[in-house]
Every structure is written in structure tokens, then in C-alpha cells.
């Protein structure tokens, strides 16, 4: 029988032997493909391999697949964004109590069960988490110890008879499409509203109303819109409590419900109306300031607060309707305003996007995103700075309403079921197609309007 002695040995000359297949394995030279092309760079250190993953230094993935780099120092963050993306944000994260980089692909945290390090001052990270975060398919040959990377296939459609080719969506400016049901309408952002209060209020009216009163007849509706508007004549505007009540009215109601008085149907759907009204009639106020489509910027918060139904990240007293700085990630309440008055905007820990002191606020601030995207100008003489987000936008790269799809919204159309838009081979111009982009919908709301233009 072998003695305790040998077999102290032994284990010892085992996990010697380990020791110098890792370290064997982690010095061996690692190559990186890119479609089929070696990847040659004098940014060090090179590829190594860490607790079993290939790590790479970050900014060669990234700027060979054409992606911008950007490290903030003071916040050990990295941010990889693509062109078509420039609504840079700047996440708020706390590096205290942290060894290692955030990392952010387009506004999205990469996740990895391996945390990326810092060697010879250059952010490594595992090839696999960042190659697939940047839609890459991502294999590995130890044989080799070769990394490739590739753009997934295009899924082969079965050929489908007479079918007419996607349209393509053209340039603002460019010539219309013959084809008016798609179109490129290019309906300024800029300009004077052209629909009134009771004209958008009975739109919006019309959208929830029969959740209260499913027999609701087109005279009652235009009843309760003549009686909003007599109400709001020489008062003040819409309060937050207005809007939370209204919120609370529309979540709490189930379809065809027989739980109203009449007397209680009666007190709730004037309060909808009386709220509607109210609302629009800031939104055209403001616009008029800043001459944009109030008319139109009124069905983009529609569209954005389902109704001022909200339900999402966004909290009706945040007096925020259109989402500024719902990023995903919850705030720390320390996010740089970017100029914006701390008197009149500010971040709540644990809470997501900006809270605003009143509704025209919140409605001004939305504005002035809109006038970013719309135009290269500053401000207007005496406007008062809102939106923490103004200073971060690529100024007037949207100056029509469908031009916010894939630039306000990202990616700017329905993903998933019913339309599988993301299986085909241009996501944007399929939805476009159907009239179902971010911009088409809101314009789609604003057209039950009865304008068209």
C-alpha cells in the first residue's frame, strides 16, 4: 500500500501539472476572425484567455465591427454605440465598491459571467458576451485557439407569388411615393398646430371612453368635450392630482363594467374629458413658444403613456410623458441635469426616468427634446432649460414625425409578435410598409383628428 507521503506527492506534482496547462494555455497565442479575416492590430495587450474565456481588449472588436468606443473615466464605464444610434446616454452607475468596468452596447448593459478587467490600462472583456451583444455569432476552435466571428444569416424566406418588394423609405425632402398607403408623408415637426383642444381631447376621449360606458353614443362624447371646454374657460391649467386621478380612473376600469351609478359614470367621464382638454390645451400653448406641433406632440405622449394610462417604468406623478431618461436603468438620483433647473427636474433613487414639478413642465421638456430633433437652433430667447437630455442629442437629424423611428424610439417599430418584424431583412421598411413605425402611429392618432396634414 502506497504511504501518506507518496500520495502527498503525487497530488502535489497533480496540481503542479494543472498549474502549467493553465499557464500554458493562457500565454498561447489567441487569434481573432472577423468574417472569415484575420484581425491584425497593434492595440495591446493581445488575446489571453482568463478563467476559461478568451478575453480581448475592447476597442478592437468594436471598431472593427465599425461601433464608436467611449471610456468615462470618472464613472469606469465603456460605452459601445453604433451610427445609427446617437442618442448616447450616460447610465448612471456608482464605481464605488466596484473592481471592475460597466460596459453598455447601445444603451444596454452587457451582462457576462466573467467581469471585464483592466490590463496594461485596456478594458479586456470576454469575446463571446461582447461579440453576441453586437449581433455576432460567435465560435471557438481550441484546436486552433482561433475566434471567430460572424454576421448571422438572413433567414431564407420562401418566395411568395406576385409579392411586391419592401418599399424604400426615402430621404426627408425626397419625392412621395406613388403608393399612398405607404408613402413618406414628411409632416414637419416644426410649424403651427393645425387641430384645436376639442378636436384632441375628443380623439383621446373617443380611445377610452367606451372602457367606462361601452353604449357611449358620439353625441354624449361630444357632449362631455363642450363640457370640458366650458369648464376650462379663465381657469387654470391641468394639477399633477389630475392626472394621477385620471391614470387611476383608466387602470381601474374594466371593460363593460356595471359597477358605475350614473351618477358615478357621469363624475369619471367628465373628469377624462375635463383632463384631456386641459392637457391639449398646453400642449398647443407650448408649441406655439417653440413652433412645433403641439396638435401632433400630444398623440406622441399619447402613444408614449398609452393614454396617460402609463403601467410602464414611468410613474404618472413624475408629470413625464414622453419617457426623458427612462433608460432602463434605475436613477441614482446624482444624474448630471446637463443645465437643466434642479428647482424644476430632478432624479429620484431607485426610480426610473425624470421628474418634472408640474405638467407644463413636463410638456415643455418633451418639446424641447422634439426641437433638438428637429432643428439645429438654441433654444428660443427666455426658455428656460427642462430637458437633461437636449445637450445629448445630434441636433436636427429628425425634422419630420417619421423620422423619429429608430433615432427617439429605438429600433422604431413593433418587435415580435404579430408582425415577426425583426425576421425580416429590413425590420424599418417592412413596419414602414405597414404603417406600423413609432412616427406612423403617432401620426396615425393625430390623423383621427380629421387632418391629414
Not at 500520495?7 to 496540481?15: E, H, K, N
Not at 382638454?277 to 401632433?296: S, T, V, W
Not at 429628425?398 to 423620422?403: G, K, R, S, V
Amino acid at each position: 500500500m502506497l504511504s501518506s507521503r507518496v500520495f502527498r506527492i503525487i497530488a502535489l506534482m497533480t496540481v503542479f501539472l494543472l498549474c502549467m496547462a493553465n499557464q500554458a494555455q493562457a500565454s498561447q497565442g489567441v487569434s481573432l476572425f472577423i468574417d472569415g479575416q484575420e484581425v491584425l492590430s497593434d492595440i495591446k495587450p493581445d488575446p489571453i484567455i482568463i478563467e476559461g474565456r478568451t478575453m480581448v481588449p475592447i476597442r478592437v472588436i468594436s471598431e472593427e465591427l465599425g461601433m464608436q468606443v467611449e471610456w468615462i473615466n470618472e464613472k469606469q464605464l465603456v460605452l459601445i454605440y453604433s451610427e445609427d444610434n446617437p442618442d448616447i446616454i450616460i447610465p448612471p452607475v456608482n464605481h464605488v465598491d466596484r473592481s471592475f468596468p460597466y460596459i453598455f452596447i447601445d444603451n444596454v448593459q452587457l451582462i457576462s459571467d466573467v467581469n471585464p478587467v483592466i490590463i496594461e490600462g485596456r478594458t479586456m472583456v470576454p469575446i463571446r458576451a461582447v461579440g453576441e451583444g453586437l449581433g455576432m455569432e460567435v465560435d471557438w476552435d481550441p484546436a486552433t485557439y482561433q475566434v471567430h466571428l460572424s454576421k448571422p444569416a438572413l433567414p431564407v424566406e420562401e418566395p411568395v407569388a406576385e409579392e411586391p418588394p419592401l418599399p424604400q423609405i426615402p430621404e426627408p425632402g425626397a419625392i412621395e411615393s406613388p403608393d399612398p398607403g405607404v408613402q413618406y408623408l414628411g409632416i414637419s415637426i416644426m410649424g403651427e398646430s393645425k387641430a384645436n383642444a376639442g378636436e384632441i381631447s375628443r380623439v383621446a376621449f373617443d380611445a377610452v371612453a367606451s372602457i367606462i360606458y361601452p353604449r357611449i353614443t358620439s353625441a354624449e362624447a361630444e357632449g362631455y368635450i363642450a363640457r370640458a371646454k366650458q369648464e376650462a374657460e379663465g381657469r387654470n391649467g391641468v394639477a399633477s392630482e389630475d392626472i394621477c386621478l385620471l391614470t387611476a380612473e383608466l387602470s381601474g376600469a374594466k371593460q363593460g363594467s356595471a359597477d358605475y351609478s350614473l351618477a358615478r359614470r357621469d363624475e369619471v367621464l367628465s373628469h377624462i374629458a375635463n383632463t384631456y382638454y386641459k392637457l391639449a390645451e398646453i400642449y398647443l400653448q407650448q408649441g406655439q413658444i417653440y413652433g412645433i406641433r403641439g396638435d401632433i406632440a400630444f398623440f406622441q405622449a399619447a402613444h408614449e403613456t398609452g393614454w396617460w394610462r402609463f403601467g410602464g417604468l414611468v410613474t404618472p406623478d413624475q408629470n413625464n410623458y414622453c419617457g426623458l431618461s427612462a433608460t432602463g436603468q434605475a436613477a441614482s438620483a446624482e444624474e448630471s441635469l446637463r443645465g437643466a433647473d434642479p428647482a424644476r427636474v430632478w432624479f429620484v433613487e431607485g426610480k426610473h426616468g425624470a421628474f418634472f414639478d408640474c405638467p407644463e413642465a413636463g410638456v415643455e421638456a418633451q418639446l424641447q427634446h422634439l426641437y433638438a430633433y428637429a432643428t439645429v437652433n438654441s433654444l428660443p430667447a427666455g426658455a428656460e432649460l427642462l430637458s437633461p437630455r437636449f445637450q445629448l442629442i445630434r441636433k436636427g437629424i429628425a425634422p419630420n414625425w417619421e423620422d423619429l423611428g429608430g433615432k427617439w424610439a429605438v429600433p422604431g417599430y413593433p418587435r415580435g409578435a404579430p408582425a415577426f418584424y425583426e425576421s425580416m431583412p429590413d425590420p424599418f421598411a417592412a413596419a414602414f410598409a405597414d404603417g406600423k413605425t413609432y412616427g406612423q402611429t403617432i401620426l396615425n392618432y393625430y390623423f383621427r383628428t380629421g387632418y391629414k396634414s
